[in-house]
């Protein structure tokens, strides 16, 4: 669910979601009680966004600036 979440989030087309990658990458952090099938997917997923859309500074800026929104 919240990878279906993340997914429709950043996805949206009326909206800049540049600041989020930061977020998502989060979310495909593996975790100690992930299956192995999970750290999988995650893993797949991590590298689909570093390909699509590496992380950058201006990221990590967008995204501050977006807290302070």
């Known amino acids: 669910m919240v990878f279906q ?7 949206g087309t009326k909206y800049p979601t540049i600041s989020l ?3 998502f990458s989060e979310i495909a952090t593996d975790l100690s ?3 192995e099938e999970v750290k999988s997917v ?5 590298a689909a966004l570093d390909r ?7 990221n990590a800026v967008a995204a501050i600036r977006l807290g302070e929104l």
Do not use: F, G, H, I
């Open 52 to 58: 699509r859309l590496p992380l950058t500074d201006l």
């Open 21 to 23: 990658v930061l977020l």
């Open 42 to 46: 995650k893993a797949s997923m991590r």
């Open 5 to 11: 979440s993340a997914t429709e989030v950043l996805s």
């Open 33 to 35: 009680c992930d299956s």
